[in-house]
């Protein structure tokens, strides 16, 4: 073996670059290049002596190993990180108690932050299912100024108007118009109502959605005066009326009067235009005639339809935006009804068109919660920081009894870089573990919410599968929650006096200063949160309770309504008010109920305003009122007190002057309070009626008209017997002494026998008004819940703290206790620094407090975003928690046995 | 095993292996790459699995008292990688086998 005694100098160079190759290849490496450059010194040496320009260039050969070596480094990394794993899967399992408390905790926190999150996701960043979502733009009015009639969203726009756009547009390749309605799939008895979705024929072309099945409406099903158009029903409908069967073609179905064929499905996931809420049936617009009876959505001025487009390639919205002010004068003059209210066509004519993105869709829904949504994540959030405070203060207590491990660890020579990894990749796995849970946890709680907020008269639909957005936000939050809660401690873990830390047993008289001054630091911390949280819950919930025992000027409970609708029994005109006197008859002959009366608008369900004036003064002096055509009876059924005057009666029907009954907001707003009984009040022209006038012969208490978080406003009731062309449908408010369910079977059954083509709609007044404050009751349920949450953890990270302090104090107890120190100067020892913690927290809480709720302010009732209740019931929760967690520690303190103690020196 | 875009380099160091140049050195030589270029290209050829790497066997290197070689040899993942870059690559097809006897410079 001559040949390895004269080793080269390339020879050398693998040997010493071997030395940076990770070690498990390092053999394999070194044999490899070691191999070659013999082979090669071999071959050299038997073609011609070795000389000098040869062994240069094995040399020139040699160097390549480096750049090898270096290629080679990140498997080292690699390799680490497997034994960095393993070793972290063990320590976790040996400490299963912590692992599954931080694991719950993590997975709840990720978890409720992913839904939220995932519900904001679905109602404000995701676009629409179709081609190209951000392509579309809406159209619509730059002001409501000049609308008048039947108002749908303050976007929409009449069926005039969109023929207007829909001829006269030249910046959109394709244009089309939906809106939507409810009808009847019932023949008779109680309503079973479908979600319609009338689209003009463009519709489906222009956003590229094909048909499941059969096929989807061209412009030529939607021609003016359609005879038989077909129906195209959505994905769901099918399922659930259906059953998915594939037969459905052909298949007729009765709307209205009128008996239409299905000609095809839609995609699952398509749910028309608006977010949130998702269709049965789609029609050509040309066909709601057909379906309602009449052709007034049609010709008279209903603001029901949204415009949509398709951009042109080369548009964009701000270009298709001027155009659309270019044609506006020319629209509106084309579009302006015959009989509009003289007092609005000017400001109809001057009415201007805009176009806004539309890529995301419409969504009522959007607009009631997005808001809450934020700040509930924001509050959810908040809960997760308590939770990472508390996981870093297990681990920080973990890692100072790890204390003597990382020393002998480093005195082996582990570097600091590598036990920091070491110790983030246990955080790691634990957050791994956590976020998949909480993703999972997330499916579910996300649905819980949307049923939450769903309510028999407006289903939700959502599309809730998680997308790239919802998984990006739990990964990112679990690297940041790992980074929170791992980092601190495995860098302050690794900072250890390796001898002090061997030489010491673990025990002084007191221990790291420092140490528990991060410790104190963190706990400060998640008491200043909880306070905030526990702040906005109770804020939240009290504001929930003035909503729910808010005055509303009626009594709510024992009121059936009943929408009744004898459309089918084909009624003549001068029939319809005589029926509708006798359905009442009917229903008050029903044992038990005890007062009946019909109204066009029912309380807290919106319904129509507009100006009015006092007979004598001009219209300039008017104001804006609510309004509602009622029965004689209404308010006896109400319990709305007649205050003066008298209630509407049999004698104000067609052929008697006009009377209106005002209630105490309208005497204050034109009368400074003075009786109103005797004056006569104008009305002016709508779109349906000439100017009138009304002689005030009643003056009622103040009732909530649109919403149970507005101030009382002026209300003109006049009788509905007065009404000229009311429809063959009324509004029956029941006051009953039965139960619900007898009251409804009775009247059901009463009605059926009048006629069985009449149908019915049956609710309670009562939770049909504590639908309407659903967010608020989101609100207070969900904070509420964060709120106890972030309460518990304070509780829990304080406990914790305050037993590692007594624990650890053990010595220096036991002297004070030796030296006459009482068991009552023990106690206050350790309580003391519970309140002391907890007084830090809530002073630096409650700046924040200030600061955070008046973003809240628009979300509570009856409350200012500082209500000192609140704030003050937090404070003391807050000082319920130093008492809560400190007792069981400081009573621990004072059993420290003195003998014990210092024996154990 | 993901696909891995083959750069010229890589290609014709593949095309090279599969010519039956099929140790490090060798291919430097016939391809006139550094080895800071072959070696690191060889192992990112291995792990997308487009060559792989054997020893030979000890009692050859024994016979000519040297530690045993490791060659690479072409994979089938590897031989598809390289008709498609030939593809791209027209100089690569070529790159014709030939013998090395002696390397470096002529006898003489």
Redesign the interface.
């Known amino acids: 073996?001559h040949?390895q005694k004269r080793k080269g100098a390339w020879l050398w160079l693998i040997t010493l670059v071997g030395v940076i190759v990770p070690r498990r290849l390092r053999v394999?490496w070194r044999?490899?290049w070691?191999?070659?450059?013999?082979?090669?010194e071999?071959?050299?040496e038997q073609?011609?002596e070795l000389d000098r320009r040869?062994k240069l260039?094995l040399l020139?050969?040699?160097?390549?190993?480096?750049?090898?070596a270096l290629?080679?480094q990140p498997r080292r990394w690699e390799d680490e990180m497997v034994q960095d794993l393993r070793f972290g899967v063990r320590m976790l399992l040996k400490n299963k108690s912590f692992t599954i408390v931080a694991i719950l905790s993590l997975a709840l926190g990720i978890g409720a932050n992913t839904a939220i999150f995932q519900l904001l996701d679905a109602v404000r960043l995701r676009t629409l299912p179709v081609k190209d979502p951000q392509q579309l733009a809406e159209v619509h009015l730059a002001d409501t100024k000049g609308m008048r009639g039947g108002l749908g969203r303050p976007t929409s726009v009449t069926n005039r108007i969109w023929e207007q756009i829909r001829d006269r547009q030249e910046a959109f390749s394709g244009i089309f118009a939906w809106g939507t309605d409810n009808s009847n799939l019932a023949p008779g008895g109680e309503v079973r109502n479908a979600r319609m979705l009338y689209v003009s024929g463009d519709f489906f072309n222009t956003l590229g959605v094909q048909s499941a099945l059969g096929r989807v409406f061209t412009a030529a099903d939607d021609t003016r005066g359609c005879a038989s158009p077909g129906l195209v029903i959505s994905h769901g409908f099918w399922q659930s009326e259906y059953g998915g069967d594939a037969s459905v073609l052909g298949r007729k179905l009765i709307l209205g009067e009128r008996s239409f064929e299905v000609i095809g499905v839609t995609p699952a996931n398509f749910f028309g235009m608006e977010v949130g809420r998702s269709f049965d049936i789609a029609m050509p617009i040309c066909a709601i005639p057909l379906v309602r009876g009449n052709d007034r959505f049609l010709a008279n001025p209903i603001w029901w339809l949204t415009v949509t487009g398709r951009l042109k390639p080369d548009w964009s919205v701000h270009h298709a935006n001027a155009q659309m002010l270019a044609i506006s004068p020319g629209v509106f003059e084309a579009a302006l009804p015959p009989d509009y209210p003289a007092a609005s066509v000017k400001d109809f004519r001057e009415s201007k068109l805009i176009a806004g993105p539309a890529g995301s869709g419409v969504s009522q829904l959007r607009e009631n919660y997005e808001q809450a949504l934020w700040l509930l994540l924001a509050i959810a959030g908040s809960v997760l920081l308590i939770a990472c405070a508390n996981l870093a203060n297990i681990l920080l207590a973990r890692a100072s009894a790890r204390e003597r491990e990382i020393a002998v660890r480093q005195a082996l020579g582990a570097s600091r870089a590598r036990l920091i990894r070491q110790l983030l990749v246990e955080s790691l796995l634990l957050v791994i573990v956590g976020a998949t849970l909480g993703v999972a946890l997330a499916q579910m709680l996300s649905q819980l919410l949307v049923t939450f907020l769903s309510t028999a008269d407006n289903p939700i639909f959502l599309a809730l599968t998680p997308d790239w957005r919802v998984l990006g936000f739990a990964t990112g939050l679990a690297v940041l929650t790992c980074l929170l809660f791992g980092l601190m401690p495995a860098i302050r873990a690794t900072r250890v006096e390796v001898r002090a830390a061997l030489n010491a047993s673990g025990r002084g008289l007191t221990a790291g200063r420092e140490r528990f001054t991060l410790r104190r630091f963190l706990v400060v911390t998640q008491v200043a949160l909880s306070l905030v949280l526990v702040a906005g819950a109770l804020l939240f919930t009290r504001s929930l309770g003035k909503l729910l025992s808010a005055n509303t000027g009626f009594r709510q409970e024992g009121v059936l309504t009943a929408t009744v609708n004898f459309q089918r029994m084909n009624l003549p005109a001068d029939r319809i008010p005589i029926f509708k006197e006798e359905l009442l008859d009917h229903i008050r002959a029903v044992p038990g109920v005890e007062s009946v009366a019909f109204a066009h608008e029912i309380p807290l369900r919106g319904g129509g305003a507009g100006t009015v004036w006092l007979d004598g003064q001009s219209s300039s002096q008017g104001h804006v009122v609510n309004f509602n055509r009622v029965s004689p009876g209404y308010f006896k059924t109400m319990q709305i007190r007649l205050l003066m005057g008298r209630d509407f009666n049999a004698g104000d029907n067609q052929g008697a002057a006009n009377v209106a009954i005002v209630n105490e907001a309208f005497t204050r707003k034109f009368l400074n309070g003075a009786s109103p009984v005797g004056h006569r009040l104008r009305l002016p022209q709508s779109t349906t009626d000439p100017e009138r006038v009304y002689e005030i012969v009643g003056l009622v208490n103040d009732t909530k008209y649109g919403d149970l978080r507005e101030e009382f406003q002026p209300i003109v009731f006049s009788a509905a017997a007065q009404v000229r062309g009311a429809g063959p449908g009324i509004q029956v408010l029941i006051r009953s002494r039965l139960s619900e369910a007898e009251t409804v079977a009775a009247v059901k059954r009463t009605l059926s026998e009048v006629n069985p083509g009449i149908s019915m709609k049956f609710q309670w007044l009562k939770p049909m008004i504590e639908a309407t404050i659903l967010r608020e009751r989101l609100m207070a349920t969900l904070s509420g819940f964060f709120g106890a949450l972030a309460f518990l953890l304070a509780c829990i990270g304080l406990y914790g703290l305050l037993s590692y302090s007594v624990a650890t104090r053990r010595n220096e107890i036991g002297i004070r206790i030796a030296l006459g120190a009482g068991r009552r100067d023990v106690f206050w020892l350790i309580l003391r620094e519970a309140f002391v913690l907890v007084i830090v927290g809530v002073v630096i809480g409650l700046p924040i407090i200030f600061g955070v709720t008046r973003l809240a302010s628009s979300l509570l009732f009856g409350l200012t975003p500082t209500d000192p209740v609140s704030l003050l019931s937090a404070a003391l929760l807050m000082l319920a928690v130093a008492m809560v967690a400190g007792y069981l520690p400081s009573r621990r303190a004072t059993r420290v046995d003195p003998i014990v103690a210092l024996r154990c020196e | 095993m993901g696909k891995t875009y083959l750069s010229y380099t890589m290609a014709l160091i593949l095309q090279a292996a599969e010519n039956g140049y099929r140790y490090g050195f060798d291919i430097m030589t016939v391809t006139g790459l550094a080895s800071g270029t072959v070696y690191p290209a060889l192992r990112r050829l291995e792990d997308a699995g487009f060559v792989i790497s054997k020893w030979e066997r000890p009692s050859i290197a024994q016979q000519e008292q040297r530690p045993p070689r490791k060659y690479y040899e072409v994979s089938k993942s590897g031989r598809t990688a390289l008709t498609e870059a030939r593809k791209r690559f027209r100089l690569l097809a070529q790159f014709e086998p030939l013998v090395i006897d002696k390397p470096e410079r002529q006898p003489g």
């Open positions: 073996m040949k394999d044999l490899e070691e191999a070659e450059l013999r082979y090669r071999a071959q050299l073609w011609y040869s260039a020139r050969h040699s160097t390549g190993a480096l750049m090898d290629w080679l």
